[in-house]
């Protein structure tokens, strides 16, 4: 089968959250890994820092945040120290884990929303740990978490206290229990508490520590109007205004805040959307409904189909969608670098329909109820893709970017 494959992938090489991750962890220890560390952020930047805040505001991606900063008084985009790369797919469930764990997708294997877990039969969603049909808890169901996501805890592979600020609702989930490891959890309501407990942080202690918060509210309101809606532009000043207080009280060398996101955003409704179900004849030629994201879904197709799905696909959908062996994309180092993971063959699929544009495919189980979102991400647009890197408090005077 004739495809192309998008320009835009992760720079694993030394531009990826994942390269991030890895200065992180060289500013505490010396190590090696395939993960060279961040091209315009090596660890020594971050030399006399004791206390070390990683804040990720889920969906700022890097076009975002230049676009809105430059409709402010741009407090933020002055302290940017860079742009990277996300990971693929750029999406919530597949970056957050890499933010956790500091592996990439290759070696943690958490690929998107919608899990196809062979370990178990079923597809189920993995942040939230429920499966996809009844959404029932899998560890109500008996279904031990450390058997599915098996890759380390960042916070347990750093030598100083770890914390987790998160969300009141996912602060004790399985996911944050498991990829938080032996960090001490602090839940927040509101960006009132998420403020006060930032500050809190950097002042309650002088020993060595590290903490990861988490905003989700960013990506929460950009899902449901679309990125470029004025909703989510007011939230954006509200967050930075709360925010500039908060670093200016934080204000420290010896405490540094990293601001970064887990991927961009595009504006992609109803109108975007492809529907499987009015592509029954495809939809016959799986031996299962799609998992993954609506923007890089994959597929298994049933046994002596293959020829058949892919003359489907250039014939029908080729405006929307390029079909891509999932084999290929590992092989091209779009999911990371080094040995993958044992099942990530498995969870990917036979193909992944990498979708073009803003369009998105929609596979409904009966199960479940028709929604319409506004703004998506998990493709491989620029928008999606790049996030960026903001530095404050430390030394990021006197670094020279």
Request: net charge negative; hydrophobic share 40%; aromatic share 10%.
């Amino acid at each position: 089968m004739n495809f192309d494959l998008l320009p835009a992938k992760p720079d694993y090489t030394g531009c990826s959250i994942v390269n991030l991750m890895t200065s992180i962890k060289g500013h505490y220890v010396a190590g090696d890994s395939v993960y060279a560390q961040l091209n315009d952020f090596p660890a020594e930047n971050l030399d006399g820092v004791k206390r070390l805040i990683l804040l990720v505001v889920d969906g700022l991606g890097a076009d975002l945040l230049a676009t809105f900063s430059a409709a402010t008084d741009d407090r933020f985009q002055q302290h940017a120290v860079t742009r990277m790369t996300s990971v693929y797919p750029p999406t919530t469930a597949t970056a957050i884990t890499t933010f956790m764990s500091g592996q990439a997708p290759q070696q943690h294997a958490l690929t998107g929303w919608h899990m196809n877990f062979r370990e178990i039969g079923a597809t189920a969603a993995v942040l939230p740990f429920i499966s996809r049909f009844g959404k029932r808890s899998l560890s109500e169901q008996g279904v031990d978490i450390n058997r599915l996501v098996d890759c380390e805890s960042f916070s347990d592979a750093v030598p100083v206290a770890a914390h987790l600020l998160l969300p009141h609702d996912i602060a004790n989930s399985d996911f944050s229990r498991r990829l938080g490891g032996s960090a001490k959890r602090h839940s927040f309501n509101g960006l009132d508490d998420f403020a006060d407990k930032l500050v809190a942080f950097a002042s309650d202690t002088n020993e060595p520590a590290y903490l990861y918060a988490y905003w989700s509210e960013f990506d929460h309101l950009a899902h449901r109007y679309g990125p470029s809606h004025q909703r989510v532009f007011e939230h954006f000043v509200e967050l930075q205004r709360r925010l500039s207080v908060t670093l200016n009280q934080i204000a420290d060398p010896e405490t540094a805040i990293l601001i970064t996101a887990d991927h961009g955003f595009l504006d992609s409704g109803p109108a975007e959307c492809v529907q499987l179900s009015s592509h029954p004849a495809l939809a016959d030629m799986l031996a299962m409904p799609l998992f993954g994201e609506p923007r890089s879904a994959y597929c298994i197709v049933r046994s002596g189909c293959e020829s058949e799905f892919e003359s489907y696909v250039v014939s029908e959908l080729s405006d929307y969608l390029t079909a891509i062996p999932s084999r290929t994309l590992v092989e091209k180092n779009w999911f990371g670098l080094g040995e993958p993971h044992r099942e990530l063959g498995s969870r990917l699929g036979d193909y992944t329909l990498q979708m073009k544009d803003r369009y998105t495919i929609r596979d409904q189980l009966v199960s479940e109820h028709a929604f319409d979102l506004y703004g998506m991400h998990g493709g491989v647009t620029a928008a999606e893709l790049w996030v960026p890197l903001l530095y404050f408090g430390g030394n990021a005077e006197s670094v020279e970017f």
